[in-house]
């Protein structure tokens, strides 16, 4: 997985707001944040969709706590695992973030733009190398 981790992930306890959540998603331009514990471990993720659904349920981002609007316990993925069994997962799933966890610790988590900028960076090295021939 090391190839497609293109970043540390931004995580947050389950005690931060959604507004503080999606301040930092902003920030970052990123789609997800991975709760976690005060031992790193994770809690459930959050995402943009979940965004949605809270506001469409009348949900005061200000006065909301990720704890109770997260996807707990979400599928996550192994360091060993390949990119391949990572799509697969996102695919099987519907998920277009997963984390990746090695001894209960969150250690990255991977997203469809992190396979697409590999990809491009695939494809820039093999048009490099035509047009070198």
Same mark, same amino acid.
Do not use: K, Y
């Given at each position: 997985?090391?190839?497609? &981790?293109? %970043?540390?992930?931004?995580?947050?306890?389950?005690?931060?707001?959604?507004?503080?959540?999606?301040?930092?998603?902003?920030?970052? %331009?990123?789609?997800?944040?991975?709760?976690?514990?005060?031992? #790193?471990?994770?809690?459930?993720?959050?995402?943009?969709?979940?965004?949605?659904?809270?506001?469409?349920?009348?949900?005061?981002?200000?006065?909301?706590?990720?704890?109770?609007?997260?996807?707990?316990?979400?599928?996550? &993925?192994?360091?060993?695992?390949?990119?391949?069994?990572?799509?697969?997962?996102?695919?099987? #799933? #519907?998920?277009?973030?997963?984390?990746?966890?090695?001894?209960? %610790?969150?250690?990255? &988590?991977?997203?469809? #733009?992190?396979?697409?900028?590999?990809?491009?960076?695939?494809?820039?090295?093999?048009?490099? &190398?035509?047009?070198?021939?």
């Amino acid at each position: 997985m090391s190839e497609v &981790i293109r %970043r540390t992930p931004v995580t947050q306890p389950g005690s931060a707001t959604v507004q503080e959540a999606c301040r930092l998603m902003h920030e970052h %331009r990123i789609g997800a944040i991975l709760v976690v514990d005060e031992h #790193g471990r994770l809690e459930g993720i959050f995402t943009g969709r979940d965004v949605v659904r809270l506001l469409a349920e009348g949900h005061s981002p200000l006065h909301t706590h990720l704890r109770t609007v997260m996807t707990r316990n979400p599928d996550h &993925i192994h360091p060993r695992h390949t990119a391949i069994e990572a799509l697969r997962l996102m695919h099987d #799933g #519907g998920f277009r973030h997963v984390p990746v966890v090695d001894e209960g %610790r969150v250690v990255g &988590i991977v997203s469809h #733009g992190d396979f697409r900028a590999m990809e491009h960076a695939r494809l820039d090295e093999e048009t490099g &190398i035509w047009e070198r021939i």
